[in-house]
């Protein structure tokens, strides 16, 4: 037996811990970059009660909004020159998978004076950079726990990762508290995304005894709570289940990585401009058709840990029936037969596709994409 389990932040777990934060700052560093999105974090008062836990342990919060989704190298760079200005020394993500990204490029390209796209798709960043903080305000990527962030060069028409050790949090706080506001269409999204890793970090080639625990319990987690905090999102003891899932799936796929369904999302993902876990849902019943051949016992264990049966089939039947409910398509309808050639060839360069346990050839993309057409 031989596997890798990367090192991770220290994980801060539980409802109201995110009054946590000033007591974790003020152990690394003086003056706090905030990094966060369009408004809702402002708007629900988690901004106001981070700054106050700031200030209570005396470290100064500067606060920079409006990070969109898919963010790109030009946002990085925009915090990287108000993290100089300000003169910053830690930077906090408080808000979904883009915001906790671009804090995390924002810490872990502060000992490099190069580009962002320099290191999208490109060399490990050099260490070291400065801590980061991640507070998620969703159950989705598990970005607080990885050691990198996915970012677009729309100059490159890539949307890939900035990847290495300077990118992982010093501290990941997990409260679900932050996730109970957080309307149905991304609490879908985000939680179809967190799904899709820990499946795909389950039955990944780089899976291992300890993270196959993580993916199981993710999977457990995310089976019992996902339709109940879509349907209902004050249900708390759901939201909790979710925020506990999709950090176990992060802690999993760290050191597991993915699969074809994450190798195939980015590249439809930066053409089409869907949300990223609805892409990842859509491609997943095709990718587990595919790896069924050398990955049948593995989705059956996934299924009995989800409650969902014991085979392939009864994974996909509950799939189905998961997607009928919330109104996921079967389909991209976006899909051009024209861009087969770039989603073919990002696929297959990507890292996840070479973790996917079966090999991925150019036909097999394809087909899958005419699949899905
Ligand atoms: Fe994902």
């Given at each position: 037996m031989e596997f890798t389990v990367v090192r991770m932040p220290k994980?801060?777990?539980g409802p109201g811990t995110r009054m946590k934060v000033g007591e974790e700052a003020a152990a690394r560093g003086r003056k706090a970059l905030v990094v966060c999105g369009r408004g809702s974090v402002r708007r629900e008062g988690y901004l106001e009660q981070v700054r106050s836990s700031l200030a209570e342990s005396g470290v100064e919060g500067v606060v920079m909004e409006g990070v969109e989704p898919e963010p790109t190298v030009e946002m990085v760079e925009r915090g990287r020159a108000k993290l100089q200005r300000s003169g910053c020394d830690i930077v906090i993500g408080l808000?979904?998978?883009s915001v906790m990204d671009v804090a995390k490029a924002i810490g872990g390209l502060a000992g490099t004076r190069e580009s962002a796209a320099a290191f999208v798709a490109g060399p490990e960043p050099p260490r070291p950079g400065l801590p980061v903080i991640c507070l998620p305000t969703t159950?989705?990527?598990?970005a607080e726990v990885t050691r990198n962030a996915v970012i677009?060069?729309?100059?490159?028409?890539?949307?890939a990762s900035i990847r290495g050790d300077s990118l992982m949090p010093a501290v990941a706080i997990v409260d679900p508290e932050l996730t109970l506001s957080l309307p149905p269409e991304p609490t879908a999204a985000s939680g179809l995304d967190a799904f899709v890793q820990a499946l795909e970090a389950f039955v990944s080639r780089g899976a291992s005894i300890i993270t196959d625990d993580w993916s199981l319990r993710a999977l457990a987690a995310i089976a019992g709570s996902l339709r109940r905090a879509w349907r209902n999102g004050g249900d708390r003891q759901a939201r909790e289940q979710?925020?506990?899932?999709?950090?176990?799936a992060g802690m999993a796929l760290g050191s597991a990585r993915l699969g074809l369904v994450h190798g195939m999302a980015h590249p439809l993902g930066?053409?089409?401009h869907v949300p990223h876990g609805l892409v990842c849902a859509v491609l997943l019943p095709e990718v587990v058709r595919f790896?069924?051949?050398v990955a049948a016992d593995k989705y059956g264990a996934a299924a009995r840990a989800m409650g969902a049966g014991r085979t392939v089939d009864d994974l996909l039947d509950w799939i189905a029936e998961l997607y009928g409910e919330m109104g996921v398509p079967s389909r991209f309808e976006q899909l051009k037969e024209d861009d087969f050639e770039i989603i073919v060839n990002q696929t297959l360069a990507s890292g996840s596709t070479r973790a996917n346990p079966r090999p991925v050839t150019e036909s097999d993309v394809t087909e899958i994409l005419r699949r899905l057409m």
């Amino acid at each position: 037996m031989e596997f890798t389990v990367v090192r991770m932040p220290k994980i801060i777990f539980g409802p109201g811990t995110r009054m946590k934060v000033g007591e974790e700052a003020a152990a690394r560093g003086r003056k706090a970059l905030v990094v966060c999105g369009r408004g809702s974090v402002r708007r629900e008062g988690y901004l106001e009660q981070v700054r106050s836990s700031l200030a209570e342990s005396g470290v100064e919060g500067v606060v920079m909004e409006g990070v969109e989704p898919e963010p790109t190298v030009e946002m990085v760079e925009r915090g990287r020159a108000k993290l100089q200005r300000s003169g910053c020394d830690i930077v906090i993500g408080l808000g979904g998978g883009s915001v906790m990204d671009v804090a995390k490029a924002i810490g872990g390209l502060a000992g490099t004076r190069e580009s962002a796209a320099a290191f999208v798709a490109g060399p490990e960043p050099p260490r070291p950079g400065l801590p980061v903080i991640c507070l998620p305000t969703t159950s989705g990527t598990g970005a607080e726990v990885t050691r990198n962030a996915v970012i677009t060069d729309p100059a490159r028409r890539v949307k890939a990762s900035i990847r290495g050790d300077s990118l992982m949090p010093a501290v990941a706080i997990v409260d679900p508290e932050l996730t109970l506001s957080l309307p149905p269409e991304p609490t879908a999204a985000s939680g179809l995304d967190a799904f899709v890793q820990a499946l795909e970090a389950f039955v990944s080639r780089g899976a291992s005894i300890i993270t196959d625990d993580w993916s199981l319990r993710a999977l457990a987690a995310i089976a019992g709570s996902l339709r109940r905090a879509w349907r209902n999102g004050g249900d708390r003891q759901a939201r909790e289940q979710m925020s506990l899932g999709s950090l176990l799936a992060g802690m999993a796929l760290g050191s597991a990585r993915l699969g074809l369904v994450h190798g195939m999302a980015h590249p439809l993902g930066v053409l089409y401009h869907v949300p990223h876990g609805l892409v990842c849902a859509v491609l997943l019943p095709e990718v587990v058709r595919f790896n069924a051949a050398v990955a049948a016992d593995k989705y059956g264990a996934a299924a009995r840990a989800m409650g969902a049966g014991r085979t392939v089939d009864d994974l996909l039947d509950w799939i189905a029936e998961l997607y009928g409910e919330m109104g996921v398509p079967s389909r991209f309808e976006q899909l051009k037969e024209d861009d087969f050639e770039i989603i073919v060839n990002q696929t297959l360069a990507s890292g996840s596709t070479r973790a996917n346990p079966r090999p991925v050839t150019e036909s097999d993309v394809t087909e899958i994409l005419r699949r899905l057409m």
